[in-house]
């Protein structure tokens, strides 16, 4: 009886320690995702290397990708100096999580800032944008003939260079029909999964 015992209180806690494994990555775990979640392992990924933090034990997976969120994210990414300082912005306070990650970005011409002088760090990223975003961080290249696999892009549009070449690089996929739907926001969820696949080949998905 004491063996059996023994055994099962071995495999319980055996079990115990591979829900931890599997829902924690780093020293970070988040209460509002399960192994099941959408772009789960992408995540626990970034948030293994902290390129992505929860916020009180939660990660807002469907919540949209702000602009200043995407520069801090690829600013972790590629290890650019995410020191807090003041702005060429009007909208980017001295004081702001992201203005070391904007600047540098900016710097290094992953992201620009608008005519109006403004970076607007609130506004959410649409699929578009994460493309160019991804295209020039990762200097992601194609043979520029994927494009008319899309019915929704245009080579008129900025961001069709871009999506080209996140698409060709298995960085992104198209929609059933032929949509790239590149007006669409996306989640913080969605935006991690297109950087876990710039990051790493192992990610990458087939169009």
């Known amino acids: 009886m004491k063996k059996i015992i023994a055994v099962l209180t071995c495999f319980l806690m055996m079990g115990s320690i591979f829900s931890v494994s599997n829902t924690k990555a780093g020293n970070y775990t988040f209460n509002d995702l399960e192994e099941y979640s959408p772009f789960y392992q992408e995540i626990m990924y ?11 034990g939660s990660f807002y997976p469907q919540e949209g990708v702000t602009r200043a969120g995407a520069a801090t994210m690829i600013g972790r990414a590629l290890l650019l100096d ?13 004081q702001s999580y992201a203005s070391g990650y904007i600047e540098s970005a900016v710097d290094m011409g992953i992201i620009k ?52 070449k996140v698409s060709e690089a298995g960085v992104a996929r198209g929609f059933i029909g032929g949509f790239f739907r ?8 969605q935006f991690s999964a297109f950087l876990a696949r710039a990051l790493n080949a192992g990610f990458r998905v087939d169009n």
Do not use: C, W
Request: aromatic share 8%.
């Open 82 to 94: 995410g020191t807090k300082r003041e702005s060429s912005f009007s909208d980017v306070g001295s």
């Open 182 to 189: 590149p007006d669409q926001d996306i989640t913080r969820a």
């Open 113 to 164: 800032g608008y005519t109006d002088g403004t970076f607007r760090p609130d506004e959410i990223v649409s699929r578009g944008e994460m493309s160019i975003f991804l295209a020039r961080a990762f200097n992601l290249e194609a043979e520029m003939e994927l494009g008319s696999d899309y019915n929704d892009i245009h080579p008129s549009m900025a961001s069709y260079e871009a999506i080209v």
């Open 46 to 56: 970034l948030a293994d290397k902290h390129i992505v933090l929860g916020v009180r």
